[in-house]
Structure formats: structure tokens, C-alpha cells
């Protein structure tokens, strides 16, 4: 089980980039959460199997179509246990 912590910085909001996030996450069965934040960029938590995981991070690089991702922060950290993914408002 791993977990990464993702900032995304960018053209990212308003974009669908939460929800092709949280799509992507549950197609692959990885948990965790997804939310904008106030500065503009996107923030979100993924754990699940190694490959999965690093599959969502590279999403992120790039996003949907309409996103213009500038960079990403990726953190590792010690998994919590969570389960299912959501799109926090």
C-alpha cells in the first residue's frame, strides 16, 4: 500500500480536473480524495497499490483536456488506511 500527497499548479480549476481525477482513481481502485483550493491549485491524496497510484500521479502531470498543469508536488506518505474515493467541495 502507498500513498502520495499531489499538488497540482496550473490552469486546473474549472476545468473537470476534480472529477477526471476522482474517475481515474476509481477505475484503477485507488483511494483517497480531491479538492480545489483556494490559491487555485488542486489538491489530492491517493493510496492504493504501487503501479495505481503512480498511474494517478502521472495524470495529474497533465490532467483533462482543457487543463494546462503548470507542475505538480508529489509527497510520499505513510498510508491511513482510507477507503473509496471522493471529490471534496
Known sequence: MERRHVTVYGDVQGVGFRFAVER???ARG???WVHNRPDG???A???GELE???SLVDF???GPRGAEVDRIDVAEELPEGVTGF???H
Open 24 to 26: 481515474a482513481a476509481r
Open 30 to 32: 485507488v483511494a483517497g
Open 41 to 43: 491549485t488542486v489538491e
Open 45 to 47: 491524496v491517493f493510496e
Open 52 to 54: 495505481d497510484v503512480d
Open 60 to 62: 495529474c502531470r497533465t
Open 86 to 88: 471522493r471529490v471534496a
